[in-house]
C-alpha cells in the first residue's frame, strides 16, 4: 500500500542505510551497529512508557513515533520488513480464532 505512512517510511529507510551518515540519521545509526539500534529502541520505549504513566497523550504520540521509527531501524537490520510483523500478527489471530472456536479463553 504506497499511501501507507509505516510502509512509505520503511522504504525511505531501507534506501537511506547505505547513505551518508552525515546527511542521514538512519545512515548514522546504522553505521554505528545493531547493538546502537537496538539501544535506541529500548531507550524510546522507556520514554513512550513514561509518557504514558505521566498521562501524557502528546508526549506518548512523539515518543510512539520515535519507537515505531526505530523499530523498522531494526526490522530493516535484521531484513525483516513490516510484512513479516503483519503475517505474524495475521497468524495470531488465526491461532485465536481457533481457540475462540474451541471455547478457550487466552
Ligand atoms: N521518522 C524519523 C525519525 N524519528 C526520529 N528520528 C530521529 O531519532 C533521533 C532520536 O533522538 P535522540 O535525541 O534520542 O537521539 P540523538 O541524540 O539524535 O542520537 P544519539 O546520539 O543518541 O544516537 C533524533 O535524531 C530524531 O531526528 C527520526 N529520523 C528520521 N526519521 C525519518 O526517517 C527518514 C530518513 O531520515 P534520514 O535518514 O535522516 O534521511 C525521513 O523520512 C525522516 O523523516
Keep these: 500500500m504506497a499511501d501507507d505512512i509505516l510502509d512509505t517510511l520503511e522504504a525511505v ?8 551518515p ?17 539501544q ?6 522507556v520514554e513512550a512508557a513514561i509518557a504514558a504513566v505521566q498521562d501524557d497523550r502528546a508526549g ?5 513515533a520515535d519507537l515505531i521509527f526505530h523499530l523498522l531501524v531494526l526490522l530493516a537490520d535484521m531484513d525483516l520488513s513490516l510484512d513479516d510483523v503483519r503475517a505474524e500478527l495475521a497468524r495470531r489471530e488465526g491461532v485465536s480464532g481457533i481457540d475462540e472456536k474451541a471455547g478457550r479463553a487466552d
Aim: no cysteine.
Design 22 to 38: 552525515a546527511a542521514s540519521y538512519v545512515a548514522k545509526l546504522t553505521a554505528k551497529g545493531r547493538a546502537k539500534i537496538a
Design 60 to 64: 506518548l504520540t512523539g515518543e510512539a
Design 13 to 20: 529507510i531501507r534506501d537511506r542505510r547505505s547513505g551518508d
Design 40 to 45: 535506541k529502541l529500548g531507550e524510546e520505549a
